[in-house]
């Protein structure tokens, strides 16, 4: 009997999966729409009574987009003292959608990654994830990875489309 040959593990590939990347919280949309006057309008003193009033706990180690659903002109200082009561609670707070909100916490995780596992490697970004993983990771992923690695593909070790080869 032949022995069988694991060919894409003697290969050399390293394997990043970002979905191993994505940080572990939940995601949460802070609308200040329900907070406006008449739909229109945010006025201060209501707004500032909300600030005082509402329980802010319930962002504790969650990750918040702040944003605001209607066409209503929001003035700088509302985001502000909203950030404000959560920095000491969630995770994390960005200004946006839910989408800006994991593009941002890819980017963070992205940009803090130890390249060093990657020097001179041929790296398959793997393709195929369970979770959603924003365009703009592999993106940035590609961008960091690039002067580092010797070469860089995309998909599955089996079957990989060619993004990167440094020249010899």
């Not at 509302?78 to 941002?104: H, T, W």
Request: charged share 25%.
């Amino acid at each position: 009997m032949e022995e069988i040959v694991n060919k894409v593990q003697k290969s050399g590939l390293i394997q990043i999966d970002l979905e191993d990347l994505r940080p572990k919280g939940e995601r949460v949309f802070f609308d200040l729409e329900p907070l406006l006057y008449m739909g229109l309008a945010l006025r201060e003193k209501d707004f500032r009574e909300f600030i005082q009033s509402h329980d802010w706990d319930q962002y504790t180690h969650k990750h918040i987009a702040i944003g605001c659903t209607s066409d209503a002109i929001i003035p700088t200082w509302a985001y502000m003292l909203v950030s404000s009561k959560l920095a000491d609670l969630a995770a994390s707070v960005v200004l946006g959608s839910l989408k800006e909100l994991e593009d941002q916490l890819y980017l963070q995780v992205i940009n803090q990654l130890d390249l060093s596992p990657y020097i001179d490697g041929k790296i398959v970004v793997k393709g195929c994830s369970k979770e959603s993983v924003p365009l703009n990771a592999y993106v940035a992923l590609t961008k960091r990875l690039r002067p580092v690695a010797r070469s860089i593909f995309f998909g599955e070790p089996c079957s990989t489309v060619p993004i990167f080869k440094k020249a010899k």
